[in-house]
């Protein structure tokens, strides 16, 4: 082993592991007894083993029997190191710790991981989930002013424990990803009060929201650079959000929904409220003084009228929309880009007669 040449040595950890303890993971398990075998073996195949961790493995899980796991994901493939708690080396723990790009699962208490944690605080660019746990934000907060990426589905639903929050609120957050939320009165948005974020980024929710979802709490808006919005909320209410949180250089608004009129007594009324809340909604993107904004916005309605009168109205009132015709209904759609700015208005009208 130890006339083998160090260069040569990554590339023998491609034929080492069981082939009886592959998983979905890895197509090539390195088993933790065998991998403190070959770390004692030689001081270059430790290094090798120290490179292909630092460069290779760039995530971590925990089998069900309590096995560590640092693997590289390659469309769900790749290789990958195991630890446990009577076969572990230290120091690849600890090199893993410094270079993890991926944290998305819970890492356990256990003592024997310690050099893993510890590891983080020499991290600079690791995305954590929420699930990883407080003893990862901790140690990541030591040696940090801030997060890269945190990953927090849960974040508006299911209340963080203070004292986590608290690590996450003495640093800034260069991307935060939230998923859906399940709205709960004015309070919704709390846990986001006063939180330093660069990028902001809320998944699809299951609800149209139709107020400020920043009316009670919202983070710090001088550091926000870039809101990206997947959540329904009525275009009236973006058209508001632009004009009291200008500062954001960067907004998107994926599923804008224009509101049907309450009082519609037509369908052309219907076309002229439409129209009238594209056009608010166009001049107040021109005049949002952030260079980058990108809105989709869209109605769905049934209407009662014949499917041939109701397909005619369209094409004659939206002289600058493209037309399809759909089983049932008719699909206008329309998109205006000016630099930077882009609106894409997509409505579906159904006949109900």
Same mark, same amino acid.
């Given at each position: ?81 195991? !630890?446990? *708690? ?5 120091? $690849? ?8 790009? #991926? &944290?998305?699962? /819970? ?39 801030? !997060?890269? *990426? ?5 974040? $508006? ?8 929050? #608290? &690590?996450?609120? /003495? ?183």
């Amino acid at each position: 082993m130890q006339s083998l040449r160090p260069t040569l040595m990554a590339e023998l950890l491609h034929f080492v592991g069981d082939p009886q303890r592959q998983t979905n993971l890895a197509h090539k398990a390195i088993d933790p007894q065998v991998l403190c075998q070959l770390a004692v073996s030689s001081a270059q195949m430790l290094q090798a083993l120290m490179d292909h961790v630092k460069y290779k493995c760039n995530q971590v899980t925990t089998s069900v029997n309590d096995v560590f796991i640092i693997y590289e994901k390659v469309n769900l493939t790749g290789h990958s190191v195991q !630890f446990c *708690e009577d076969y572990h080396v230290k120091a $690849l723990l600890k090199i893993a710790g410094q270079n993890i790009r #991926n &944290i998305r699962e /819970s890492v356990p208490s256990d003592a024997w991981l310690d050099p893993f944690v510890n590891g983080l605080s020499q991290n600079n660019n690791c995305l954590i989930h929420e699930n990883a746990g407080e003893k990862v934000f901790e140690a990541y907060a030591k040696g940090n002013d801030e !997060f890269p *990426e945190i990953e927090a589905p849960e974040f $508006l639903n299911r209340p963080w424990k203070p004292s986590m929050l #608290n &690590i996450v609120k /003495s640093r800034r957050i260069r991307r935060l990803s939230i998923d859906p939320l399940l709205f709960r009165g004015n309070d919704f948005m709390k846990p986001i009060g006063n939180l330093e974020i660069e990028k902001l980024h809320f998944k699809q929710a299951g609800a149209v929201i139709k107020t400020n979802i920043f009316q009670h709490y919202r983070p710090k808006m001088h550091a926000l650079k870039e809101l990206n919005c997947e959540y329904e909320v009525h275009t009236d209410v973006i058209c508001n959000m632009m004009t009291l949180y200008s500062e954001v250089g960067a907004i998107s608004f994926q599923h804008g929904v224009i509101p049907e009129p309450i009082h519609a007594a037509s369908f052309d009324e219907v076309i002229d409220d439409m129209k009238e809340s594209v056009s608010k909604l166009w001049i107040t993107m021109m005049k949002y003084p952030g260079q980058n904004v990108k809105i989709n916005a869209r109605q769905y309605l049934y209407v009662r009228m014949p499917l041939n009168k109701l397909r005619k109205i369209c094409k004659k009132e939206l002289r600058n929309y493209k037309h399809f015709n759909l089983r049932g209904g008719i699909a206008s759609l329309s998109r205006k880009v000016i630099g930077n700015k882009e609106l894409t208005v997509s409505l579906f009208y159904w006949n109900r007669w």
